[in-house]
């Protein structure tokens, strides 16, 4: 990864937010959980 995309990354501060359903909110963890990156990348 190059120095921009890592500056880019660290300067990213808006947030998305959105509502999830106890069904959808697991699925969500388990793709998390498969992909090996935390829920904040």
Sequence with gaps: MSN???KANR???N???FRL???EYA???AK???SGL???S
């Design 15 to 17: 947030t998305v937010t």
């Design 21 to 23: 359903n106890d069904k």
């Design 32 to 34: 998390v959980n498969e």
């Design 4 to 6: 921009e995309k890592r």
């Design 11 to 13: 300067t990213r501060n």
């Design 27 to 29: 699925d969500l963890q």
């Design 38 to 40: 935390t829920q904040q």
